[in-house]
């Protein structure tokens, strides 16, 4: 789509490369770029699972391009469909995506790595949030990493912008899986094609349920799903490919899912 961002699609994985040399951060005109890519996954339904990697392997991702600021780029100006770097406001993205990580995810590159559903990491990357030395909001991670990991370490990350590893991060259940370099391409693209092959109507369900279900109680989130009143449970639970995995199951064979 353009030299700062390549895509390659293979069956139904669609590859994201963003490559912003140095350090891959991100501006206002990227981030709407990356928005109306991401968008164009969404919308296509030949496409099941996305992956999100960067050029080189010493930054993921610096986040937020301090320079173009500096040049005029308005901290709260348009970042576009999805949001900062496309993916963490994007509405109704109820497909799996996979964020391979090479490198320093820092800021907002952290941020972006955090809107993926899996995470998998080379053994030399490492994570900050240094937003704090910089007397400003890591808006998204403030919300976000006090869920995701113990909340004492979530908030050293977010007072002090301490540094994190890769090891850490694996213990503190951050990251699914910690890789040699050279292995974490050839890891993500297995993943990815074994969701790829699986039903795309119930991954659909399970993103929705678990996004807007963080907001209800229990028991109202329940109710929302016996009462099929999700919109991809409501789907799920008309379609073909339903009463296909129970068929295959009874048949003993794999099942055939045709996302319908």
Known sequence: MSEVITTRRDGGIFEVTLDRPK??????????????TFKTFRDDPDLRVAIVRTAGDKFFSAGWDLKAAADGDAVDG???VGGFGG????????????????????????ELMLSADLIYVADHSTFALPEITAGTLADAATIKLPKRIPYHVAMEMLYRGRWMDAAEALRWGLVNEVLPNDQLMDKVWEVARELASGPPLVFAAIKQVAREAEAM??????NWITKRQFESVDLLYDSEDNQEGFRAFAEKRAPVWKGK
């Open 23 to 36: 350090a891959n951060a991100i501006d206002l005109a990227t981030s709407r770029l990356m928005g109306e």
């Open 78 to 80: 348009d970042y576009g």
């Open 87 to 110: 993916l963490q406001e994007l509405r109704d993205l109820n497909k799996p995506v996979i964020a391979a990580v090479s490198g320093m995810a820092v800021g907002g590159g952290f």
């Open 217 to 222: 109680k229990f028991q109202e989130a329940m």
